[in-house]
């Protein structure tokens, strides 16, 4: 493990992997850098690039400095990227995609970014989040009523089968949820304001001219598959990839060669 001091002076975690070009990876909720997809991606990226894949603040061996703000967990990729040679590629996952894309549009040395599934709800594919779920996430943290805000975010955040949420709490990895859900109100508040139904704007994220790839599973549940979609179109520079197959809980064989070829590309995008 090393270790990087972002600009409030928190301490950020990360393992570096590999030689070559430097991909910093962003993972999403109730993610660390030891629990979540990224881990697995990592020895199949590290055979082509330099791979950092670290905890974001508040999650695993980084600190958590209050109070919370995207801008600093945007300092914290910068302070990443400085720390890896000052330019890199980026990839994120879910709601560290938004994050990804948000630190791309501050002007950071990211050459490419790649996007799993934001979870971006753009049409009535399914319903927008309710205007007080932001609040009643972050009373039921603060109450520490950390398995509550786990079953409030899965049932009513990524949509789960209410059956299927109410069993999670019997699963091993139950335990690492709860050590990490008073981060849930960081990721909601991250992509709250496009999970309303609405179409994506275009203006937020017109700085954004790096080639980018929008990636969406084909068997994701359609509003991540519209999501993913929309998005490609309103970025500057971006295309569309649909992984055959793949749900969130992507698999790294096959989301990595894509990533690969990606990465590895000389040429921009064109859409």
Request: aromatic letters at 8%; charged letters at 25%; a negative charge.
């Amino acid at each position: 493990m090393e270790q990087v001091t972002s600009k409030d002076g928190t301490k950020i975690a990360f393992d570096r992997s590999g030689e070559g070009p430097p991909i910093i990876l962003v993972g999403g909720a109730l993610n660390t850098r030891s629990f979540g997809p990224n881990g697995s991606l990592v020895p199949l990226l590290a055979r082509h690039f330099t791979v950092v894949n670290y905890d974001r603040r508040g999650k695993g061996d980084s600190g958590d400095a209050q109070p919370w703000m995207v801008e600093r967990e945007i300092e914290d990729i910068e302070a990443l990227i400085e720390a890896v040679g000052g330019s890199v590629s980026v990839y994120g996952i879910s709601s560290g995609a938004v994050l990804a894309l948000e630190a791309a549009c501050r002007g950071l040395a990211i050459e490419k970014l790649a996007l799993y599934e934001a979870p971006f709800i753009v049409d009535d594919s399914r319903p927008p989040l309710a205007d007080d779920y932001l609040a009643r996430l972050e009373g039921l943290v603060a109450s520490g009523r950390r398995s509550d805000a786990i079953r409030l975010f899965m049932r009513e955040g990524v949509g789960l089968p209410t059956v299927f949420v109410v069993l999670m709490r019997f699963m091993p990895a139950w335990s690492k949820l709860r050590a990490i859900a008073h981060t849930l109100p960081y990721d909601a508040a991250i992509v709250y304001d496009y999970q309303k139904g609405r179409p994506l704007p275009t203006k937020p994220w017109a700085s954004a001219t790096m080639p980018t790839l929008a990636v969406a599973g084909g068997k994701s549940p359609d509003w991540m598959r519209h999501a993913m979609r929309e998005l490609a179109e309103v970025l500057p520079n971006a295309r569309h990839h649909t992984l055959e197959g793949q749900t969130h809980i992507v698999k790294a064989e096959v989301l990595a060669p894509v990533l690969v070829e990606f990465f590895e590309s000389r040429i921009g995008i064109t859409p």
